[in-house]
């Protein structure tokens, strides 16, 4: 029988950031009643900061995308607590899977190469990211190196891509709307801004009022939050009330309701989860945007097993390696982009695995996933990685309660005509009640995929409910 757990002013599904934002803004605001469901038995949604090896490790979320137009970088710039990464990654090997390094003028040039042949400026608009990266990076080697081995160069552009590919959180670049470049802002600065030794979870402490002494505490959102809610139901029915029904049985009533599922969890459950159906323009967007997979893999080592001299490597598959590769079961090391040293972490080397290889790695164990890597460094590297002391790896498609990484534009957007301004409209009730808000990185414009994305969206509610008051008194 189900359990009534009374009546809410304004519910918020999910303890991610666009969720956490839109609760303490409401708080902050004289919102009294004002309480955030949970599937997971854990606030953060995809920003995961967990103790590993030397200090910690972020299993999603990981840096802060520039300073200019950033909202996380502009709430916390005068703490000291964000440190900028520079030219890092900018030294990463080269090499090919006959053991063969690249050399490093050469490497560095197919890599501007690459980066100035992604689309920029205002054109063009129509067609794939990766159709335009194509044409515009052989034109470019043609005129730029036009003496430089041609099967090396199209190794570097498949490696090159498949990293573009994970940045953006697609399988392929081939999905990717030419026009992303257009509508995803840039924000100028670092773009690779880290967290020292505390992780992202820092953020989520500062949001909440925390100290770094008390990692239980919620702070500002004490007595605000459930725990394993995992809503499956949200019904407009009544007349200025929304209904949610959880897994469990319980159920809740509220005047508002501000939805931050990802965009998955809406891909996959949207036409049971809303009574009366969502509208069709937003059902459009949902079906047309993508939320795509980025996985990361973590190895501690008794000391570091990577030279001195190397930040990491860059995979370069040579065409018959990986005509082979794909006959046999690591055939998902070809979605590898590279693997390298972190810093604040002295002992670790991470690798990424994205788009259809990242999601068939989650279904493999453990142990399988260890011997797939440790054929991936006996065939590139000349020297020897010994068995990690620990392993650990994220698992973001398969998770019930997220089902990918982060969203993307897609093509198919663009022949729908629709984008995340379709996501965020709010939903009236029968009587033109503003009952149901849409937050999540995906509904961001020009922010999507990204934590201030998730942050920005997440005010946007927020605010929109406070103006629909002209005051906030304390029983708001």
């Not at 927020?462 to 029983?475: E, F, K, M, T, V």
Request: proline residues 5%; glycine residues 10%; negative net charge.
């Amino acid at each position: 029988m189900d359990k009534c757990r009374g009546s809410s002013g304004i519910l918020i599904i999910g303890a991610g950031l666009s969720g956490i934002v839109a609760a303490t803004r409401l708080l902050q605001n004289n919102f009294k009643n004002v309480q955030i469901l949970e599937a997971e038995d854990r606030i953060g949604g995809r920003i995961h900061t967990i103790p590993f090896a030397d200090n910690v490790i972020d299993v999603g979320a990981q840096w802060c995308h520039g300073m200019q137009r950033n909202c996380v970088y502009e709430m916390v710039k005068d703490q000291d607590i964000l440190h900028p990464t520079g030219d890092y990654y900018s030294t990463m090997k080269m090499v090919r899977s006959n053991k063969e390094l690249v050399p490093h003028e050469v490497g560095s040039t197919m890599h501007d190469i690459v980066a100035g042949s992604m689309p920029s400026g205002p054109h063009p608009v129509v067609g794939s990211s990766g159709t335009h990266l194509a044409e515009n990076f052989w034109r470019r080697i043609e005129a730029e190196l036009p003496h430089v081995d041609r099967t090396l160069a199209r190794e570097a552009l498949d490696s090159f891509a498949k990293h573009e590919s994970s940045i953006v959180g697609a399988d392929n670049l081939f999905e990717v709307s030419v026009r992303e470049h257009i509508e995803y802002h840039d924000c100028d600065g670092d773009k690779l801004l880290h967290w020292g030794t505390k992780g992202f979870q820092r953020f989520i402490r500062l949001l909440m009022n925390v100290g770094e002494d008390q990692p239980e505490d919620l702070g500002l959102l004490a007595g605000h939050v459930h725990l394993g809610k995992k809503v499956t139901r949200i019904e407009l029915a009544r007349p200025r009330k929304v209904i949610l029904r959880c897994e469990d049985g319980d159920y809740f009533e509220a005047d508002h309701v501000i939805c931050t599922v990802s965009l998955g969890v809406l891909q996959e459950q949207h036409e049971k989860m809303f009574i009366p159906p969502l509208p069709p323009a937003k059902v459009n967007a949902i079906r047309s945007l993508n939320l795509g997979t980025v996985n990361k893999l973590f190895l501690e080592f008794e000391q570091q097993p990577l030279p001195d001299d190397w930040v990491g490597f860059y995979c370069f598959w040579l065409e018959q390696d990986l005509k082979e590769l794909r006959k046999t079961e690591y055939s998902w090391l070809e979605g590898i982009t590279g693997c390298h040293k972190t810093t604040c972490q002295p002992r670790l080397l991470m690798a990424w695995v994205g788009g259809s290889h990242g999601r068939h790695m989650e279904t493999l164990s453990d142990e399988k996933v260890l011997e797939g890597l440790q054929w991936l460094f006996r065939k590139f590297l000349t020297f020897e990685v010994p068995a990690p002391k620990r392993f650990l790896r994220s698992k973001w498609f398969t998770n019930p309660n997220f089902r990918g990484s982060y969203s993307l534009r897609t093509t198919k957007a663009d022949e729908h005509d629709t984008g995340p301004w379709d996501l965020e409209t709010p939903v009236t009730g029968p009587d033109g009640h503003l009952g149901l808000l849409f937050a999540g990185e995906a509904s961001s414009r020009n922010y999507f995929s990204t934590v201030h994305g998730a942050v920005e969206a997440g005010f946007r509610e927020a605010d929109r409910l406070i103006g629909l008051y002209s005051s906030c008194g304390p029983n708001s």
